[in-house]
């Protein structure tokens, strides 16, 4: 039994490595067939890789081949170029040489030509010299002063024209500047004068004022330094003082009094007291609002407060401190329109009339007397010397000078600022005509614009163009000589040819 088994188990155990055996063998024989076929495929790709190499090979090559022809070609016209250029250079070089030698023979025969109009021409010299019976020096110097001569008149003709021009140019632009200044500032400073009359409830009251003995009316006069003057006149009394301040001062407490109704010495002197902090008070703030409107700062209190003055002084009916502070404005936009300081200029007009805040109590012009005063405070002489220059006493040395001058002129000579009485202005008229009349050949004169312009008639058959002109100049020289006026007179002849028919 135990060697059946053994020999089952032998038997099994070769069977089971038979079994495997040939597990492997086969595994061995499809590794083998897997591995061939590995092979072939590689070398399949490898073959396909080469085709590819090869086809890539012979296109490179082909290409380069291309290119290589191309280079080749390129390099052939270039070759061909350079040879034309080489061919042209030599031309052009035996065309250069051929033209120098040329030239060379031109100018042998120009120095021969230039050698031989030399000696014509000193032989024609010696001849003229013969014949004229001087020297070519002397000959020179007559040509050069009979040229210099033409080109001084030449010159002096121009420089007239120029400056005629230059003169033309300045006007037309003064006009506009002065036409814009205008139209900006156009403000109205005719006002109308402080009342030195001062009505009364009932003459009755006339009495009151008096009080006994008069002690009223000389306490009255007393404090405020203003004459009252009582007359006939029903139902009004009279203020005269050259002083405005004390005018309006004594203005204010006699109505006060008057409405108060109670009149005796002690009651005026508060009354005048309490009109003079009111008016003072009235003083600093117009000085204030009068340098705040025309951008001038810094001024000082006793400038402000005389410059507030003003408010009550008058001239020809022209509020004076309306008056200067248009001057300050007009004066610091011509200065703009100009180039010069507009600082300078606004500063001067508005203090250029501060004299006639004093000038009832300083002798001298008040021009002089307002830079006498500026003088303590302001530190530029500029501005001092174009408020003594604006009436012409002093000499101008500066632009702010002239434009605060025009600027004072401007404001003066507006309509109604320079008013007269009825009967001042109608002989002004009247002299205007009279004047006019007084020449040969007139017909009628008119005197129109509140006498700024004179109109004038002539007769046609006497009076020609030129003599319409020259007359025009004579008149004006005339005016200008014999009467006192503000501003200008413009003066305007007509010369009129009329023909006259009738169709019958």
């Given at each position: ?108 025969e120009i120095e021969k030509l230039r050698t031989r109009a030399e000696e014509l021409q000193h ?382």
């Amino acid at each position: 039994m135990v060697l059946v088994g053994l020999g089952c188990f032998v038997v099994g155990g070769i069977a089971v490595f038979l079994v495997r055996r040939m597990s492997a063998s086969r595994r061995v024989r499809m590794a083998d067939d897997e591995a061939k076929r590995l092979i072939a495929e590689a070398q399949e790709k490898h073959k396909a890789a080469l085709l590819e190499a090869k086809e890539a090979a012979i296109n490179m090559k082909a290409e380069v081949e291309a290119s290589y022809r191309e280079t080749r070609a390129e390099l052939q016209r270039l070759e061909r170029r350079l040879g034309q250029k080489e061919e042209n250079l030599e031309r052009r070089e035996e065309s250069l040489q051929r033209r120098d030698h040329s030239i060379a023979a031109k100018e042998r025969e120009i120095e021969k030509l230039r050698t031989r109009a030399e000696e014509l021409q000193h032989k024609q010299q010696q001849q003229l010299e013969l014949v004229a019976n001087m020297s070519s020096a002397e000959a020179r110097e007559i040509l050069l002063k009979q040229v210099d001569a033409e080109i001084r008149d030449e010159a002096s003709r121009r420089v007239r024209e120029m400056e005629a021009a230059v003169k033309e140019e300045g006007d037309q632009k003064a006009r506009d500047i002065l036409a814009q200044v205008i139209q900006r500032v156009a403000g109205d400073v005719v006002a109308e004068t402080t009342v030195s009359v001062v009505s009364l409830p009932g003459d009755d009251m006339k009495g009151r004022l008096i009080g006994r003995e008069g002690r009223n009316i000389r306490a009255l006069e007393h404090a405020t330094g203003v004459d009252l003057i009582i007359d006939d006149t029903p139902g009004a009394v009279t203020l005269s003082c050259f002083d405005p301040v004390r005018r309006e001062i004594a203005r204010i407490a006699l109505e006060r009094l008057i409405l108060d109704g109670r009149i005796h010495p002690a009651r005026i002197e508060e009354m005048v007291q309490k009109a003079r902090n009111e008016v003072e008070a009235t003083i600093r703030t117009e000085g204030e609002q009068a340098a705040n409107k025309t951008g001038v700062h810094g001024l000082p209190p006793d400038l402000i407060r005389l410059l507030g003055r003003l408010k009550y002084r008058f001239s020809y009916g022209q509020n004076v401190l309306a008056h200067s502070v248009e001057v300050a404005l007009l004066a610091g936009m011509m200065a703009a329109e100009t180039g010069a300081n507009v600082e300078l200029a606004t500063r001067a007009g508005l203090l250029h009339d501060i004299g006639k805040a004093v000038d009832f109590e300083t002798e001298g012009p008040h021009a002089q007397i307002g830079a006498d005063i500026v003088k303590q405070w302001e530190k530029s002489p500029l501005v001092i010397r174009a408020i003594a220059a604006h009436h012409g006493e002093v000499d101008m040395i500066n632009a702010e000078s002239f434009i605060v001058s025009a600027a004072d002129a401007i404001s003066g000579a507006r309509p109604g600022a320079r008013r007269e009485s009825l009967e001042q202005y109608l002989k002004h008229l009247e002299a205007l005509e009279t004047i006019a009349n007084s020449f040969r050949g007139v017909e009628k004169s008119y005197a129109i614009q509140a006498g700024r312009e004179i109109r004038i008639l002539v007769k046609p058959e006497e009076i020609d163009d030129m003599g319409a002109m020259r007359l025009a100049r004579d008149i004006v020289k005339k005016v200008e000589e014999t009467m006192s006026y503000p501003g200008q007179i413009k003066v305007t002849v007509v010369r009129e040819t009329r023909a006259v028919d009738y169709a019958r």
